[in-house]
């Protein structure tokens, strides 16, 4: 049999499935959706995963949380399962497409934005050869480096105060990790951050005893100074999990969660 | 007109009937044909053809759904159309892909289940039936967003960002979707003896 067989054989399907599928298209057509800046999205879906489970594991009351129940935990056991998961050629014509255009964009937004227009001062006073020009460029330099050092957040301050001793963060979504591709880390902004606390606040913990069911969506790596790191597991439905706190998920509402998750797209 | 009205126009061989369809169906079968083959021009002699194809199968045939009973001929034209372009190393619609991932769905092509083409024998035809209720079983056996997706994409061929779009989904989500109702494909075929 050939995969041309099997097309034509769709033909099979009943009518009535076939118009189902377009009526429920229809339904969903017009649902408007708020879509935030592709960065805080990058970051978002794995942080407010990240977060919740934070919270949700290390402190009841939801104050200031260190991960410190995490440390003595084997780290990375969803990422090794995931690496020697199915292996099976697959294609997706998508791979990594918003990702990478939206990544070169985003990710020197701190360092280099604030100083270009210092720099073209500077440039601009060198070819008046003013020494009154090069002072003031020199002042707007020192503007411009002051304002980098306050904007300039790693990928793990979206993680707000529950950072812990988290340093980086990185994710990838199931798709592309099939598909051989390489986890990213986030570019920071407030939008991020704020996305966090939404998803923490809103979040509820519950018990997975037998394992997730929901098909997996993203993977985010939490990484420490010393390189160890957490994963956790974004699956459909909004569950978050964490590698070393099985039988334990997070449930985030739906709302959110689909907000959330369209981050990952791009909006 | 409804479709009970254009039915009653091909029995009675009226050839309003073909302006009717196209009125009512050709978009609709412009995009079926256009999912699967790319290219404007094909797409459009594609739907003249299924508006032919029609004409001569109605009677004896009085579809209970003219919409999918249209979408199923436009399909096996179009299909037909693309093995042409295939050989003729033209095309660039979703086919590519849709074919590609189905692969998944059959294994290594050595399997004991004869080709089906056409129905050109007896065999064939009942091996094409036996496969036809296999798959039906299947997406009748999918929650119903999982079998919404599977229909955009293998009896549509529509695009993954279009079936995201249309039911509120990340894109994502619906390859991944797709790529877990492939494998679950994959072992009913298995199990029933379609692919080895």
Request: include cysteine.
């Amino acid at each position: 049999m050939k995969s041309e067989d099997l097309f034509k054989a769709m033909n099979a399907l009943p009518d009535e499935m076939l118009i189902r599928s377009e009526q429920a298209g229809k339904e969903k057509t017009g649902k408007k959706r708020n879509h935030m800046p592709m960065v805080a999205g990058a970051a978002a879906v794995g942080m407010a995963a990240g977060v919740a489970l934070m919270v949700m594991f290390t402190s009841p009351a939801r104050t200031r949380s260190h991960p410190a129940a995490a440390e003595n935990a084997s780290s990375g056991t969803l990422q090794a399962a995931g690496e020697t998961a199915d292996q099976a050629p697959y294609e997706d014509p998508y791979k990594g497409e918003a990702f990478e255009e939206a990544a070169p964009e985003t990710a020197g937004t701190a360092d280099s934005g604030a100083q270009e227009p210092a720099e073209a001062a500077s440039e601009a006073a060198e070819e008046a050869g003013s020494s009154e020009i090069m002072l003031e460029a020199e002042d707007e330099i020192e503007q411009a480096e002051e304002r980098t050092s306050l904007t300039a957040h790693t990928s793990a301050d979206l993680l707000g105060p529950n950072k812990g001793d988290y340093v980086r963060v990185e994710y990838i979504s199931e798709t592309d990790r099939l598909s051989g591709g390489s986890p990213t880390e986030p570019a920071y902004s407030e939008e991020g951050e704020d996305a966090l606390t939404r998803a923490v606040d809103e979040g509820k913990p519950e018990l997975s005893l037998f394992g997730e069911k929901e098909d997996v969506l993203y993977y985010v790596y939490l990484y420490k100074a010393d390189g160890s790191y957490d994963v956790l597991t974004v699956a459909e439905g909004g569950y978050v999990s964490l590698s070393n706190k099985p039988g334990v998920r997070m449930h985030i509402p739906e709302a959110v969660f689909e907000e959330v998750i369209d981050f990952f797209e791009g909006g | 007109m409804n479709d009970r009205e254009i039915i009653e126009l091909y029995w009675n061989r009226d050839e309003r009937a073909l302006s009717e369809t196209a009125d009512t169906y050709g978009n609709y079968c412009y995009t079926v044909a256009a999912n699967i083959l790319g290219r404007k021009e094909d797409a459009e002699e594609c739907v003249n053809d299924t508006l032919l194809r029609a004409w001569n199968a109605i009677p004896p045939a009085r579809p209970a759904v003219l919409r999918t009973f249209l979408a199923k001929i436009t399909r096996n034209l179009a299909l037909d159309r693309y093995r042409r372009m295939t050989a003729d190393k033209r095309g660039g619609g979703q086919m590519d892909l849709v074919l590609e991932e189905l692969e998944e769905c059959v294994g290594s092509g050595e399997q004991a289940f004869i080709h089906v083409d056409a129905g050109e024998s007896a065999e064939d035809i009942v091996q094409a039936d036996a496969l036809g209720k296999c798959i039906r079983e299947f997406a009748e056996s999918l929650p119903e967003r999982e079998c919404n997706i599977f229909v955009r994409r293998y009896f549509y061929a529509e695009k993954t960002t279009d079936i995201a779009q249309r039911y509120g989904m990340t894109r994502n989500h619906v390859s991944v979707t797709l790529l877990r109702l492939r494998a679950r494909l994959y072992k009913k075929l298995r199990k029933e003896g379609f692919v080895e």
